[in-house]
């Protein structure tokens, strides 16, 4: 197993007992993933219905997707206010946000009253410019916010923001109190457990491999099945093997490294809190510390797969590893003696707009998707479980009718025009951010073609 959380939280808790379907069951509601998304989905409908039998089917292992293999970032939507606004209103928008934002702090208090170590850290999140022309990228944003009376974001010296996140290379940088980091596949693990403290039935390695939309839905393993009222399908990337979503999502790689334990050397250069830290790019790099000295550290490079075709691309040591490294090094030149120890790689399932979205597959009235998070899922997974919840029960309220469950999502262009597009779009971005890192304009041609991009984790008024 190459996922250095999942390894990580296996030393601390013991490998967890997994059940496999190998029979034909019936229930009231299937729910394909047990990761974040899909397991609030079931501990939602057990909290309002607990009578109801709830089974989750799940590839692999709970906690072995996305949801333990991201950088643990528990993050609000305040940073994406603007395309929540151009989607649904000021109204809804501000609700969406807030409800984000306190979702951090439920994290922080499932954790605490169910006893899951999962090193919950409300050290707020630092969103950086690494070059020249990404200063002041924030600023748009933040001067709509305040014309509602909404400041998440702080101001920092450069000087406060170079001791904040450890290096001076970070030239300038906001600040948001409400958001925490966490070790993911603890987190995922604990979600699990009180699923089933519930009486939510999970059935692990066992993959969908058809699902039949007839009347009474059917979810078909390589073992069994499971033919329920209602099915969630909660499968992060790997929903996009469905027509209906496939060109509303682009799956694309974001990759980590984790150094070795180095506690005393990251204390020297002032990195002691939780703090999560992104910079301004499309090429994110985004990195923390964690409790045991180490620095976690990602980029999103954009390994595209071809009509969503997750396959075995995003398993494993990342292939990209030497990349993401020279950006660590690039940072943190003074943590040269600092050695990286794993690499991973994982999918992440990207919208037109960044923002996640909710429905029924087809229209089917029994099937429902919730899909589309782009890298920012630990928290706004706690909202999606809200909204998957109150549609599977068929109730009529805010989250049922939230501005997030829409039809008209915006598509990418059929393949295999989005693949050979993507791949100009990224060069084009390589080259727009190898030249503003040398404080040098790219030419207009370049900047055309980059801004094609879809949003990303952070927006930007260049997008």
């Known amino acids: 197993m190459d996922n250095f959380w999942l390894k990580q939280a296996f030393d601390r808790l013991g490998r967890p007992h997994v059940k496999s379907l190998s029979t034909h069951i019936t229930a009231d509601v299937t729910i394909v993933g047990g990761g974040y998304l899909g397991l609030w989905t079931a501990i939602r409908i057990k909290e309002h219905s607990p009578s109801l039998k709830v089974v989750i089917v799940e590839r692999d292992v709970c906690g072995a997707g996305a949801s333990g293999r991201n950088g643990g970032f528990v993050t609000s939507y305040w940073a994406k206010y603007l395309s929540l606004h151009k989607l649904c209103g000021t109204d809804e928008a501000r609700r969406i946000a807030k409800s984000s934002a306190e979702a951090v702090l439920e994290i922080g208090t499932f954790c605490r009253e169910n006893g899951i170590d999962a090193d919950f850290r409300a050290d707020g999140w630092l969103w950086t410019a690494t070059s020249a022309q990404q200063i002041g990228c924030w600023n748009d944003l933040i001067s709509q916010l305040a014309e509602h009376n909404v400041r998440p974001f702080e101001f920092l010296e450069p000087a406060q923001v170079a001791q904040l996140g450890g290096t001076d290379r970070n030239l300038a940088g906001v600040f948001e109190p ?3 980091t966490v070790q993911p596949a ?5 979600l699990r457990s009180h699923a089933q403290k519930l009486g ?3 059935y692990e390695h066992s993959p969908m491999i058809r699902l039949e939309r007839t009347r009474t839905p059917k979810v ?3 073992k069994g099945s499971v033919m329920s009222k209602k099915v969630v399908l909660a499968m992060n990337a790997w929903g996009a093997q469905f027509s209906y979503l496939r060109r509303k999502v682009a799956i694309v790689s974001s990759d980590m490294i984790a150094t070795t334990a180095s ?3 990251l204390n020297s250069i002032g990195l002691r809190t939780g703090v999560a830290i992104c910079d301004s790019r499309m090429f994110l790099n985004y990195y923390r510390n964690t409790p045991d000295g180490r620095i976690v550290f990602g980029k999103s490079l954009g390994h595209f797969a071809f009509a969503g075709q997750v396959a075995d691309h995003y398993e494993g040591p990342s292939p990209r590893a030497d990349e993401v490294e020279e950006s660590f090094r690039q940072l943190y030149p003074m943590l040269n003696g600092v050695d990286v120890e794993s690499s991973w790689t994982g999918p992440i399932d990207r919208s037109v707009d960044g923002l996640p979205f909710f429905g029924r597959l087809d229209h089917n009235p029994n099937i429902y998707f919730g899909i589309g998070f782009s890298g920012q899922g630990v928290g706004p997974t706690v909202l999606g479980g809200r909204i998957l919840a109150s549609l ?3 109730e009529a309220d805010e989250w049922s009718c939230c501005g997030l ?5 915006e598509k990418f262009p059929v393949e295999p025009f989005r693949y050979v597009g993507s791949l100009v779009v990224r060069e084009a971005l390589r080259r727009k951010e ?7 304009r790219p030419d207009r041609l370049t900047l055309a073609i980059a801004n094609l991009a879809p949003v990303g984790y952070v927006p930007s008024t260049r997008n």
């Open 186 to 190: 603890i987190l995922a693990l604990g």
């Open 434 to 440: 190898e030249l503003e890192d040398r404080a040098l």
């Open 263 to 265: 506690p005393d050397k």
């Open 178 to 180: 409400d958001a925490a």
């Open 200 to 202: 939510v039935t999970i």
């Open 220 to 222: 078909v393993t390589r």
């Open 405 to 409: 469950v829409r039809d008209d999502v």
């Open 392 to 394: 599977t029960l068929d």
